[in-house]
C-alpha cells in the first residue's frame, strides 16, 4: 500500500495547470483540459496507468484526487512526485545514478515497488548500495560494504552524514593512508543505513569521487577520454619529462597499477586513439577515463629508471636462492609480505628467509654476491627522489 | 544555483595535507551560502580535472587555497580545470592583486568564476594575526611581543617573498606587535636566526603555509631550535636564547581561512555577506576582544 498525500496531488494537479503538456511519466498518464467548461457535469481530468485497463477519462478535479489515490494507481503518483519533484532533473548524474539504482529504465512501476519493499541492490567498487521504498514513494538508501552484505546493520558502526564518509575512506585495515580511493582496501564495519537519494549521491562521491558523474557520462556516450599520449602531453614542471615514457613501459605501468586488483575503476584509457594497451583494463562498474595523478607521479619515476641501459652482472646464487628472489619480488608486488607467517620458512619472502640471504649473499655495503651496482664507481650516490 | 570548489595540492604521502581544506569547506558548507561545496585536488581525489563535474550547479566560484601567484594558479589549476581561453593577463597582476577571472570550462559547460590565491587577498594578514591569538591563548596579543611570518623565500617562485613581505608590512601597519618581521626558510633573513631580528622576549612565528606537513613540522621547529629532533616534539612557548618562541605552525589551519576563501569568492561576485560575518565570529577560538 502506498498512500498519496495531498501535497503530491496538489504538485500533480499544479503541475498540469501549469504545463500544457500532459504528464507521461513511467507508466503514468495525467492530463487536463483547460478549455473544457467547468459547467459540464463531466470534469476536465484524465488519469491512466500502466498497469491498468482502465482510462479515467472526464474526472472531475475532487474525482481524479479519488482515482490517484486507488491502490492500482498510487504508485504511479508517488513515483512521479518522487522523481520529478523530489529528485528533478538539476543534477543529471545523480538521477541517473537514483534510477539505475531501481532499475527503471527496464521494470514497470508495480513491479520496482515490489521489488523495492524488500530492497534492490546494486554494487559501487566495494560498496553495497540498497535502494527501499520509504513513506509515500519516498525512496531510502542504504550503504555498506560488499563485505558486510549480510551482517545485522547493528554491529556495524552507523553514519548518516555523507561527510563522515571521508574518515571511512582514509585509510585502509592497516592504518594506511589511501592516496588512491578506488583502491580495492576500503574497510568494513560501517553502514549508512538511512539515507536521501541527495546523499546516497553524495556518500558515493566521498568514497569513489567522480564515480557518479563519469559512469553517467559513460553510459550517455560522452565519456571524454584522454589516453595516455594526450596526458603525458599535457605535463609540465617535474611531471614534464613522462612523455619520453617508453611505450612498453606504460603498458607495464598499466598491468602494474591499473589491473583489478590495485583499482576498481575499470580504465578506459589506452595507449592513444590507435595503439590499446595489452594490459586488462578490468571490469569495474565505473570507468577510469584518464591517467591519475598516482599513475603520473609513478610514471616519472619509471621514466628515469627505463632511461638506464641494462647491464651483465654475474650473481652466484644456488637455483633455491634464483627462485627465492623471484618469491620476493611477487610477494611484494602482490602486497603478501605482511601474510606471510613469522615462522613460515617454506615461504621465500618469509623475514627469516629473506635476512638468511641477505647475511649470506650481501657484503657490508649491500651488494647482492658483492657485486657492486655501479662497478666503474662504487662511490655512486644513492638517487634522491622527493618527488610526491 | 551557486557552488564553490576549494582547490588545493594534496598529497599522496601525507593524509594531514588536505584536512584544513575539508575543515574549511565544512565551515562554509555549514553557512549554507552555496548550494554546493566542493573540494578538489591536484594529487587527490577528486582530481582538478574531475571536480567540476562533481558540481551540479552552472556557476562555479573557484578559489585556490595557495599561497601566492605562481606555477599552481597560473598554470596547473586553469589547465586541469580545462578554463577555456585562459590566460595569465586575465588577471592583470603584479604578483599579488590577482582577483578574478570569468570563464567557461570547456568539458561541464559551466561558468567559473576563477579566483586568485587565499594567500594573497588582505584578509589573510588578519588570519596570520587570529593564529597569532590561538597559539597564545590571548585575544589580546600584540603588546611586548614580536611577530614573524615565515615563507619559503623566492628560491621557486618570486612571488612567495612578494606575499609574504605583503603580510609582514600589514601586520606592521596595524602597530599591534611590538615588532614585525618577514624571515624565510632558503633565503635570507632566515628563520634559523629568529631571536636575533627580535628585540621582545615574547615572539610569535607563523609560517604562512596552506597545511602542514615537512616544512613546517619538521624543517622550520629545528631551523630556529626549538628541538632537536621533530618527533619528540617541542614547547609551546619554547625558550630560545633567551626568547620565549610561540610557534603557530601553518596558518592554512587556523579556522579563520575559511573567511579568506569566502571573501575572494565574495569579491568574485557570489552574494555571501552574510557568512562571511558568521564565519569571522565562529572560527574565534579564543574568546572575542572585549568579552
Not at chain 1, 89 to 97: K, L, M, N, S
Not at chain 1, 101 to 128: F, N
Request: net charge negative.
Amino acid at each position: 500500500m502506498t498512500d498519496v498525500h495531498d501535497e503530491q496531488l496538489d504538485a500533480l494537479l499544479a503541475r498540469l495547470e501549469s504545463d500544457a503538456d500532459p504528464v507521461e511519466f513511467d507508466g503514468l498518464f495525467a492530463d487536463v483540459d483547460t478549455n473544457a467548461d467547468a459547467s459540464d457535469d463531466g470534469g476536465s481530468y484524465t488519469l491512466d496507468v500502466a498497469s491498468s485497463d482502465e482510462r479515467h477519462e472526464n474526472l472531475s478535479e475532487s474525482a481524479f484526487r479519488s482515482v490517484a489515490s486507488d491502490d492500482l494507481v498510487a504508485p504511479y503518483v508517488t513515483n512521479w512526485y518522487y522523481w520529478e519533484e523530489v529528485v528533478g532533473d538539476r543534477g543529471r548524474h545523480r538521477r541517473a545514478f537514483l534510477r539505475h539504482a531501481e532499475a527503471a529504465s527496464e521494470h514497470s512501476v508495480s513491479d520496482r515497488y515490489a521489488a523495492l519493499r524488500s530492497g534492490m541492490h546494486t554494487e559501487w567498487g566495494e560498496v553495497l548500495v540498497t535502494a527501499t521504498l520509504g513513506e509515500d514513494g519516498q525512496r531510502r538508501y542504504e550503504i555498506r560494504h560488499t563485505e558486510d552484505r549480510d551482517a545485522e546493520a547493528d554491529d556495524l558502526d552507523t553514519y548518516h552524514d555523507p561527510l563522515d564518509a571521508r574518515d571511512i575512506a582514509t585509510y585502509d585495515e592497516r592504518g594506511r593512508y589511501r592516496p588512491l580511493k578506488t583502491a580495492p582496501s576500503l574497510v568494513s564495519g560501517w553502514v549508512f543505513p538511512d539515507l536521501d537519494g541527495r546523499d546516497a549521491v553524495e556518500t558515493l562521491d566521498v568514497l569513489y569521487p567522480a564515480s557518479v558523474a563519469n559512469w553517467n557520462l559513460e553510459r550517455e556516450g560522452d565519456l571524454d577520454v584522454t589516453h595516455w599520449h594526450e596526458t603525458a602531453e599535457r605535463q609540465t614542471g617535474i611531471y614534464g619529462v613522462v612523455e619520453d615514457l617508453p611505450g612498453e613501459a606504460v603498458d607495464w605501468m598499466a598491468e602494474a597499477c591499473c589491473v583489478d586488483s590495485q583499482c576498481l575503476k575499470r580504465r578506459e584509457w589506452e595507449y592513444d586513439e590507435g595503439h590499446e594497451l595489452d594490459a586488462d583494463g578490468g571490469t569495474g562498474a565505473f570507468p577510469c577515463r584518464e591517467p591519475c595523478s598516482l599513475v603520473v607521479a609513478a610514471a616519472r619515476k619509471w621514466t628515469r629508471l627505463e632511461e638506464e641501459e641494462t647491464h651483465s652482472y654475474e650473481f652466484e646464487l644456488t637455483p633455491s636462492e634464483k627462485e627465492q628472489v623471484e618469491e620476493i619480488v611477487d610477494a611484494a608486488a602482490d602486497g603478501r609480505t605482511e601474510e606471510i607467517r613469522e615462522a613460515d620458512v617454506y615461504e621465500g619472502a618469509n623475514r627469516y628467509r629473506a635476512r638468511f640471504l641477505r647475511a649470506k649473499r650481501f657484503d657490508e655495503d649491500g651488494n647482492l654476491s658483492g657485486t657492486p651496482t655501479h662497478p666503474e664507481d662504487h662511490e655512486a650516490d644513492a638517487e634522491h627522489d622527493d618527488g610526491h | 544555483m551557486q557552488a564553490l570548489v576549494i582547490v588545493a595540492h594534496g598529497s599522496h604521502l601525507n593524509p594531514d595535507s588536505s584536512t584544513p581544506t575539508h575543515r574549511h569547506a565544512d565551515t562554509i558548507r555549514a553557512t549554507g551560502a552555496f548550494d554546493e561545496v566542493k573540494t578538489g585536488f591536484w594529487k587527490e581525489e577528486p582530481s582538478l580535472r574531475e571536480v567540476l563535474r562533481t558540481v551540479e550547479s552552472d556557476e562555479v566560484y573557484v578559489v585556490p587555497l595557495f599561497i601566492s601567484e605562481g606555477y599552481f594558479t597560473e598554470q596547473v589549476i586553469p589547465r586541469e580545470l580545462r578554463l577555456s581561453g585562459w590566460d595569465v593577463s586575465e588577471w592583470d597582476s603584479d604578483g599579488l592583486s590577482a582577483d578574478t577571472a570569468t570563464l567557461v570550462a570547456e568539458d561541464t559547460g559551466q561558468t567559473v568564476h576563477y579566483c586568485g590565491p587565499v594567500g594573497t587577498h588582505e584578509a589573510m594578514t588578519d588570519v596570520l594575526v587570529r593564529r597569532a591569538e590561538t597559539v597564545t591563548g590571548d585575544p589580546n596579543v600584540g603588546e611586548g611581543f614580536g611577530f614573524a611570518v615565515v615563507g619559503h623565500g623566492t628560491e621557486r617562485n618570486e612571488n612567495s617573498a612578494k606575499a609574504i613581505e605583503y603580510h609582514a608590512d600589514r601586520v606592521r601597519e596595524m602597530d599591534r606587535f611590538d615588532e614585525v618581521q618577514a624571515l624565510y626558510m632558503d633565503e635570507e633573513p632566515e628563520v634559523d636566526d629568529v631571536t636575533d631580528y627580535f628585540e621582545a622576549e615574547d615572539i610569535v612565528v607563523v609560517p604562512l603555509f596552506i597545511a602542514d606537513g615537512f616544512h613546517t613540522q619538521e624543517d622550520i621547529p629545528e631551523d630556529m631550535g626549538l628541538t632537536d629532533d621533530y618527533r619528540t616534539g617541542y614547547d609551546i612557548p619554547a625558550d630560545v636564547d633567551g626568547h620565549r618562541i610561540w610557534y603557530a605552525g601553518a596558518v592554512g589551519t587556523e579556522g579563520l581561512m575559511a573567511d579568506v576563501i569566502l571573501e575572494r569568492a565574495a569579491d568574485a561576485g557570489a552574494e555571501i555577506e552574510a557568512a562571511i560575518e558568521t564565519v569571522r565570529e565562529e572560527t574565534r577560538e579564543t574568546p572575542a576582544a572585549g568579552d
